[in-house]
T-cell receptor, first 115, second 116 residues
Framework: AAGVIQSPRHLIKEKRETATLKCYPIPRHDTVYWYQQGPGQDPQFLISFYEKMQSDKGSIPDRFSAQQFSDYHSELNMSSLELGDSALYFC??????????????FGPGTRLTVL | AQSVTQLGSHVSVSEGALVLLRCNYSSSVPPYLFWYVQYPNQGLQLLLK??????LVKGINGFEAEFKKSETSFHLTKPSAHMSDAAEYFCAVTLFMDTGRRALTFGSGTRLQVQP
């Protein structure tokens, strides 16, 4: 079965640079979530999209922005990178049927290292 | 607001022994609870979920969890540990947002070690 695809899997950037992470949800899933997992920490919700519109925001810094495109893939744009942005970034997708029991399926993550 | 607390950041068991990973939740509405497993350098894989149907939920790899409302718990168990079960386990609860959409809020995770 198709899974959530994230690219790149690993990314190394310098401080103050920008980074773009991509997420391709499971086909026919119209809701995408982004999470950030710092070293030794649990995943923290950043932002979500439903039907190409921003749905909810969690603890996403103002330096970050994201969008969902017409083909439902999503991109997380990160500017003015800081050392503390080094983390594993997960994308998850769900069917978005409106059911409270919708399961979120996670991608393998993008490991961002800021030097 | 919804939250989960995982008791014990590290659990070590012998191969073949019972696995018990503890999770307690707090929710002002009926919760939807999940257990995810994360192997080293990999993403989160769903083990099982509770969605207000049966209180005893069976998942993949022989894991199961029981929802106990009176104890606000959703502990994960497996009768006999295998070396391949060594991983980080996260309990999560649906976080209901103002828009009516949902995110997940996770516990701090429990690292399971399996000794030969």
């Amino acid at each position: 079965a198709a899974g959530v695809i994230q690219s790149p899997r690993h990314l190394i950037k310098e401080k103050r640079e920008t980074a773009t992470l991509k997420c391709y949800p499971i086909p026919r899933h119209d809701t995408v979530y982004w999470y950030q997992q710092g070293p030794g920490q649990d995943p923290q919700f950043l932002i979500s999209f439903y039907e190409k519109m921003q749905s909810d925001k969690g603890s996403i810094p103002d330096r970050f922005s994201a969008q969902q495109f017409s083909d439902y893939h999503s991109e997380l744009n990160m500017s003015s990178l800081e050392l503390g942005d080094s983390a594993l970034y997960f994308c998850a997708s769900s069917p978005g049927t409106g059911s409270s029991t919708d399961t979120q399926y996670f991608g393998p993550g993008t490991r961002l290292t800021v030097l | 607001a919804q939250s989960v607390t995982q008791l014990g950041s590290h659990v070590s068991v012998s191969e073949g022994a019972l696995v018990l990973l503890r999770c307690n939740y707090s929710s002002s509405v009926p919760p939807y609870l999940f257990w995810y497993v994360q192997y080293p350098n990999q993403g989160l894989q769903l083990l099982l979920k509770y969605t207000s149907a049966a209180t005893l939920v069976k998942g993949i790899n022989g894991f199961e969890a029981e929802f106990k409302k009176s104890e606000t718990s959703f502990h994960l168990t497996k009768p006999s540990a295998h070396m391949s079960d060594a991983a980080e386990y996260f309990c999560a609860v649906t976080l209901f947002m103002d828009t009516g959409r949902r995110a997940l809020t996770f516990g701090s995770g429990t690292r399971l070690q399996v000794q030969p």
